[in-house]
């Protein structure tokens, strides 16, 4: 019952995500795709599948991440902060349950809406619904463009890294509603330290040359480094098992919260 | 409804309860195998603990006013001769005391005492039966 | 000893500088109708809190059921049912609630809950949000008495409620809740009421229990007296309060009024009254006394 909850909390987000893929994919497929213009027009190379990928992916993923931003402001921290904590809090459930399940129920939509992105995409650029304007000419892109394989491959990738992306912004605007209880203030807490990490990281490398440890890339780009090689690569699988492995840290810590504090 | 509780008065409710069936008994209102409502009946009807009306008709069996019938139902006692007198008097001296008492503090007299007494009688009807 | 459905002992809590609890000891009995009493801030919520696991004390021990809140609280919580404040999740509907809530409790009954809201005249198909404060008060109770809870704890339950609802109330309640061995533990500012249902009676004031004792026996013994005449007495074993008004002296006493009514007269005194006090007068006068006496348990 406390995902069904969960659900009624998230329906119109996952409504409002649908009605983005539909208005982004109607009006691509009907004026035909300017993904990203450049220099040259000519057939394209592998860069292409990269470049098309990234722009995509961060249009897509821009409004995914403000909904996910905002999915995350639902839940027993908002309900408390409401005035339900007293009854929410007397029914006979772990308090550790409320956090988890939410966690987890917004997660699995997240993914949901991606897979519904990645489908639509894979779709069509298997169908050749999709053209593309700029491309830079290489050897391998008869074999590459034929090679619907390596489009879902690397499709599928861009949608995973954009589902840590996106469950990173949730995680962290859920953990701190859980903990300040109110919604607004879950939200400031995300953007502060997505924001914090950020500039933790440009300062390090803008600053300290002789000293660059290796923080993980949380946003999402996967092939930002590598943009002349789709195949996924080493430092892309790490960082992406990194960007995962962080992700139960904020539920647990929301899960803490919720069993020291007292009721409402 | 035979029975009515006030229960901002400061009596005790089971009493309240007991005293009105004895009243009810003394009047006529209540004859012998008549059968009273259920414990939880009657609480739901006056709103009351249910409890409260247990102890009322336990008071009231142990005293012979009622008796239980095993399988349900309170039922109205013949009023028992079987009372001994002496326990009869016994029981109604604190109240003559009373009665004299406050009498003797508002200043009646004696007469006017017993005419009181008198009119209490012949409202109930005397005796019953 | 009798099998005790809540037992608290010595509970202290404190907010910030303010003690909410100072050694408070309160204990209720299986299948009792307890009336929890006080001022608004006398401890009565906050002494609920603690019995549903929603707040620590600072010393003392509790247990409801059998069972300590804090450590065993779904055990405690899914055999109570708890009403502490009218907030439930505002966009959900009546019927919503039903269903959200169905799922948390193995004893619950559809039936009783569309029985309740019947009697209680519950919309259940508007928003949580957009039904009046008294409304809001009957789904609350809706939804813990449907639950087939062993103890039901309220915290002022016919606060908001018009006469008529809360006299349906008082009846489901004695109907389904008294005498089944089920407990309920009320606590509210509406004495009448609660002299009407409870078998016993807790006043709580300061943080401590003022009195607890079971209804029939605090009618039995307090009482008012009233008596003019010379050199009264102002103190006394009995007496718990005194005061004059022209030439007439009234006595609260807490046991014998009828033993203590012959002393005065006695010593020559007229004795104008003597005679029970209903639990509103015995309630001010515990409350509003100065120096009061500690713990007082008649039974």
Known sequence: MIAWKCWRDHRWFMIAGLAWLLLFWGTTLAHGPVVESGPQFTEGGPDVL??????????QVVVFALLAWGMGTRGIGRDIGNGAGMFMLTRPVRRGSWV?????????????????????????????????????????????????????????????????????????????????????????????????????????????????????????????????????????????????????????????????GEGS | MLFHVHSASGVPIYLQIENQVRHAVAAGALRQDDVLPSVRKLAVELRVNPNTVARAFQNLERDGVIRTVPGGGCYVNRQSPGLLRSEKMRRLRPLATQLAVEALQLRLSREETLRLLEQSFNELGDGHE | MSDLIIEARSL???????????????????????????????????????????????????????????????????????????????????????????????????????????????????TFRKLSHGNKTKLCLLLALAQGAELLVLDEPTTGLDPLITDQLLRLLIEDFSGDGRTLLLSSHHLSEVEKIADWIGIVDRGRILLQAQLDDVRSNYGRVRASGERLPLQGGAIIAVSESQGVNEYVVRSGREDFAAQLRSQGAAVLEAGPMNLSEIFLALVGKENHDRVEMLA
């Open chain 1, 50 to 59: 990269a470049a098309l990928i990234r722009a995509f992916s961060t249009t």
């Open chain 1, 100 to 260: 988890w399940i939410e966690w987890s129920v917004g997660v699995a939509l997240l993914a949901a809406l991606l897979i519904c992105s990645g489908l639509c995409y894979w779709v069509a650029v298997r169908f050749h619904l999709l053209r593309v304007t700029w491309l830079w000419v290489g050897p391998d892109y008869q074999r590459l463009w034929r090679d619907a394989a390596v489009s879902s491959g690397t499709t599928a990738v861009a949608s995973i890294s954009a589902l840590l992306f996106l469950a990173l912004i949730f995680s962290l605007t859920h953990c701190g509603t859980v903990i300040f209880r109110h919604s607004t203030r879950g939200l400031l807490f995300c953007l502060a330290v997505l924001l914090g990490y950020m500039f933790l990281v440009w300062e390090i490398y803008l600053h300290h040359d002789s000293w660059s440890p290796y923080l993980p890339d949380l946003l999402f780009q996967p092939f930002i480094d590598f943009p002349r090689n789709v195949h996924v690569v080493p430092h892309t699988i790490s960082s992406m098992i990194e960007r995962t492995a962080i992700l139960p840290l904020f539920p647990l810590v929301a899960q803490l919260f919720l069993q020291r």
């Open chain 3, 12 to 126: 202290v809590k404190h907010y910030g500088k303010v003690a909410a609890l100072d050694g408070l000891t309160l204990s209720v009995p299986r299948g009792a109708v307890y009336g929890f009493l006080g001022r608004n801030g006398a401890g009565k919520t906050t002494t609920i809190r603690i019995l549903a696991g929603l707040a620590r004390p600072a010393a003392g021990s509790v247990s409801v059921l059998g069972l300590d809140p804090q450590r065993d609280r779904l055990a405690v919580l899914s055999r109570t049912g708890f009403v502490i404040e009218r907030a439930l999740l505002s966009s959900m509907t009546g019927n919503d609630l039903i269903r959200f809530n169905r799922a948390f409790f193995r004893a619950w009954s559809d039936a009783v809950a569309k029985k309740y809201a019947e009697v209680l005249e519950v919309p259940l198909r508007r």
